[in-house]
């Protein structure tokens, strides 16, 4: 009797042991690899927040993530005298779907997992909420994904509440407009110089969102000023699943250019079929999943000559970019879109809390605001409104285009004196060719 009741104390106190081993260093978010508290001293908390479902939150997660090993394998971050590592906390915020759930998110992420910074954001009408929250509890928040020009508004118009804001990623709407049209060039001159069509007919397709609208706006004045004629704009969901009826409206317009203005997932619709229908009109600008590797794949083959304004490419951008973009692909198996500019915000924070020597935000925003930071996207200077400076020697964006199965980069090459290695001619598919061919 006696044997069988020590057996019986050995099973419940390997029980209590596993389970409590279990439960050891959760939190109410998914940490990331590199994450690890260390016996020492107290991890710096990062909250990366984005819609984890989609591959925008995934690929913040991803440069989340790829920033913290990085980091915690030199040792982690030197606050003063002392080397803390990062701990990643996962937070979806399902802003794809719900504002108010992307709010809530932030919030939980503030009070209940304690994050001592923000890094990520995606859908516009959604990190307005999530940037008030951050701005209450005085966070600082690195925007990696909203393009809107308003949230780096604020920061000017009430600097004392929202100088905690700072974008990485991507150009905001204004900005990823002028590039648009630099790309939109790009297509009207090989139309001009192969087909002879000197005045081309440009349909707009642009996603039904807040971060659309500058740029919907500004192709309204900007298209006939490039020699070109609008035919018509279409503002399907971000989230629709068929686009055929905009398609063969466009098709019936006599387009010969899509001018496309798509983040969310309608983009692998209008790739998929765009190539189905072969549509006689090149689909050019703004196509977030076709920065992806598995584009072509998702497009059932498809989306071959769909070109995308990209904030990264295999090209050396900068020291960076290369070792940053062969190292996303080898640890996911996938191209960095815009969104894996956490990976360069967690980097920038690094920088700015060892020159502060701490982790307080009034602090962290003046070395924010005075240095200039070498990232895989180029240099990133944060102008008065918190926002990326672009231009030559900054950020630029490049140009890129699916040719024959591969994401090649076409733009810059000569633009402002601005050439990146590799560059390639932009290509018109074959049924363009042959639909207006003399």
Not at 221 to 237: C, D, F, H, N
Not at 397 to 407: H, I, M, N, R
Not at 416 to 427: F, I, Q, R, S
Request: glycine share 10%; aromatic share 10%.
């Amino acid at each position: 009797m006696k044997r069988k009741s020590f057996l019986f104390f050995l099973l419940g106190f390997a029980l209590a042991v596993a389970l409590a081993a279990a439960g050891c260093g959760k939190t109410s978010g998914e940490q990331g690899k590199g994450a690890q508290t260390g016996p020492k001293e107290q991890p710096i908390k990062i909250g990366v927040v984005g819609p984890m479902g989609f591959v925008q939150g995934e690929h913040h997660w991803l440069g989340a993530t790829m920033a913290a090993d990085e980091i915690n394998k030199a040792g982690g971050i030197k606050v003063g005298d002392k080397m803390r590592p990062v701990e990643l906390v996962k937070v979806d915020t399902n802003e794809m779907n719900s504002v108010t759930d992307a709010a809530s998110a932030v919030e939980r992420a503030l009070t209940v997992d304690k994050v001592n910074f923000l890094v990520g954001g995606f859908r516009t009408e959604a990190v307005y909420p999530m940037q008030e929250v951050a701005m209450d509890n005085k966070v600082i928040f690195m925007g990696c994904g909203a393009a809107d020009p308003g949230l780096c508004d604020r920061v000017e118009k009430d600097y004392n509440r929202f100088k905690y804001w700072f974008r990485v990623t991507p150009l905001n709407s204004t900005l990823l407009a002028k590039v648009d049209f630099l790309l939109l060039a790009e297509a009207a001159k090989a139309l001009r110089e192969q087909l002879g069509i000197q005045k081309p007919k440009v349909a707009h397709l642009a996603e039904k969102a807040a971060w659309a609208d500058p740029i919907v706006a500004a192709a309204e004045k900007t298209i006939p000023q490039m020699g070109m004629e609008l035919v018509g704009t279409w503002r399907p969901s971000a989230t629709a699943t068929d686009v055929t009826a905009e398609l063969n409206a466009i098709k019936d317009s006599g387009a010969q250019i899509i001018f496309a203005t798509l983040s969310g997932p309608v983009g692998v619709v209008v790739g998929r079929q765009w190539g189905e229908l072969q549509i006689p009109a090149m689909p050019v600008g703004i196509f977030v999943e076709a920065q992806k590797k598995g584009w072509l794949d998702a497009t059932g083959g498809k989306g071959n000559y769909v070109a995308t304004i990209n904030t990264y490419a295999r090209t050396a951008i900068t020291e960076k970019t290369i070792p940053f973009y062969d190292g996303f692909v080898q640890r996911s198996g996938q191209f960095p879109t815009y969104n894996a500019g956490t990976y360069e915000a967690i980097h920038i924070l690094k920088e700015a809390i060892e020159k502060a020597g701490t982790l307080d935000a009034d602090a962290l925003v003046k070395v924010l605001e005075s240095e200039t930071f070498l990232g895989a996207a180029g240099k990133i200077k944060f102008d008065k409104k918190h926002d990326v400076t672009f231009g030559p020697g900054f950020t630029t964006s490049v140009g890129t285009q699916w040719q024959d199965g591969e994401l090649v980069m076409f733009w810059p090459n000569g633009w402002e004196g601005v050439t990146y290695p590799g560059a390639k001619p932009y290509k018109l598919a074959p049924w363009v060719v042959e639909k207006y061919k003399k």
